[in-house]
T-cell receptor, first 112, second 114 residues
Framework: DQQVKQNSPSLSVQEGRISILNCDYT??????FLWYKKYPAEGPTFLIS?????DKNEDGRFTVFLNKSAKHLSLHIVPSQPGDSAVYFC???????????FGTGTSLTVIP | NAGVMQNPRHLVRRRGQEARLRCSPM?????VYWYRQLPEEGLKFMVY????????ESGMPKERFSAEFPKEGPSILRIQQVVRGDSAAYFC????????????FGPGTRLTVT
């Protein structure tokens, strides 16, 4: 039972353009969402988060948008850089913060 | 400024042996989470611990798997009588708690069962 879904396993984008990574969730009780970036043979690195009381959070080139009614969030990277090439995971948690549910990841390739 | 440490990075065990995976959280963090990543899959939550307490183990298989986070020393994930299906990358993450949801991950332990 996958409560957090990333339906695009891979995405290719030209350097300098915008990358948009999408994530859907099924549990309306989730109230905190995070994005992680993972390089091969390394652990995930925290990128950006958003609480359910907001619909947008921005940090430099990274912006996360949350649409609660659609149970959808997205990560925008602009401009995309070759160093952004990695696997991106979205994750969600309920109020307790005890358990985090991760999507299956989207592999982003930024083409120079 | 040490981050989350995991050791060993790679572990090979024969079927039936025991595997012990260690995790030292970031300095000042008292919350530890263990995740498993099977090939071609995302991270699956296993267990959430605070010092000397298991808070949520709903993701742990009922048999052969156990975890602890003692007052002193690293958190340990123990897998007894390993089987080939246990081969995976095991990640540990830590957080500071107190309403802070950001988890910081270690580099993982890749377990191979032969």
């Amino acid at each position: 039972d996958q409560q957090v879904k990333q339906n695009s396993p891979s995405l290719s984008v030209q350097e300098g353009r915008i990358s948009i990574l999408n994530c859907d969730y099924t549990n309306s009780m989730f109230d905190y969402f995070l994005w992680y970036k993972k390089y091969p043979a390394e652990g995930p690195t925290f990128l950006i988060s958003i609480s359910s009381i907001k619909d947008k959070n921005e940090d430099g080139r990274f912006t996360v948008f949350l649409n609660k009614s659609a149970k959808h969030l997205s990560l925008h990277i602009v401009p995309s850089q070759p160093g952004d090439s990695a696997v991106y995971f979205c994750a969600a948690s309920g109020v307790s913060g005890n358990q985090f549910y991760f999507g299956t990841g989207t592999s982003l390739t930024v083409i120079p | 400024n040490a981050g989350v440490m995991q050791n060993p990075r790679h572990l090979v065990r024969r079927r039936g042996q025991e595997a012990r995976l260690r995790c030292s959280p970031m300095k000042g963090h008292s919350h530890v989470y263990w995740y498993r990543q099977l090939p071609e899959e995302g991270l699956k939550f296993m267990v959430y611990l605070q010092k000397e307490n298991i808070i949520d183990e709903s993701g742990m298989p009922k048999e052969r798997f156990s975890a602890e986070f003692p007052k002193e020393g690293p958190s340990i994930l123990r897998i007894q009588q390993v089987v080939r299906g246990d081969s995976a990358a095991y990640f540990c993450a830590s957080s500071g708690g107190g309403g802070s949801y950001e988890q910081y991950f270690g580099p993982g332990t890749r377990l191979t069962v032969t």
